[in-house]
């Protein structure tokens, strides 16, 4: 069962656990969200279009995040002129999964979980630099960690991390270093014949 919505001014086609990225909508990554407005409704070779909605009909999804588009460029010029400007745009969007559509009394749910990971993390899984990692998973035991924020040399602050170790812990030993393995030393070569007169 398939449905076509409205949102933000533009129509989508949904399904149940359809991943959809609309225009920004209210709500915290998680809440529930239910559109109203269905335009058509497709279950096989059965289609009931709307006038201008069908009624009765609903579709759930949870809001996974909401976060900035691509980036759009807007340039202008007149030429001969010396007029140049160059503008950028990054749109709010918000990522929706389809959970449900709910007609009447039928009902077509979805039955995986939503994950509410962000597309920044996981990218950053694609490309093996996922730094996103809680801070007592990497710290060892009775070590503190301080954050501090200090201002730089321009308006932009710097956070930087202190750390700071308690005096009822252990200290950690380094390893020793290996020594490196003698490098043979090479045969001497030989002296290529010329054939010519010494």
Do not use: C
């Not at 691509?70 to 389809?98: A, C, D, M, P, W």
């Amino acid at each position: 069962m398939y449905a076509v919505i409205k949102t933000g001014g533009k129509q989508y086609r949904v399904q149940p656990g359809d991943l959809l990225v609309v225009e920004k909508l209210d709500g915290e990554p998680g809440a529930e969200v239910a559109f109203g407005e269905v335009l058509l409704l497709g279950d096989g070779a059965d289609v009931t279009v709307g006038a201008p909605t069908v009624a009765g009909a609903s579709v759930a999804a949870t809001l996974v995040e909401t976060r900035k588009g691509e980036k759009v460029k807007i340039f202008k010029k007149i030429r001969r002129q010396g007029y140049r400007r160059t503008k950028g745009h990054r749109q709010l969007e918000s990522v929706l999964r389809v959970t449900g559509l709910t007609v009447g009394g039928k009902e077509t749910k979805w039955d995986g979980t939503v994950d509410l990971t962000t597309k920044a993390e996981l990218d950053l899984r694609a490309r093996n630099l996922a730094k996103l990692v809680k801070a007592a998973d990497v710290t060892p035991a009775g070590v503190e960690v301080e954050t501090v924020v200090a201002k730089g040399k321009k308006s932009s602050p710097k956070v930087e991390a202190v750390v700071v170790e308690h005096a009822d812990a252990a200290p950690v030993e380094a390893a020793p270093a290996k020594k490196a393995a003698p490098k043979k030393a090479a045969a001497p070569k030989a002296k290529k014949d010329t054939g010519g007169e010494a």
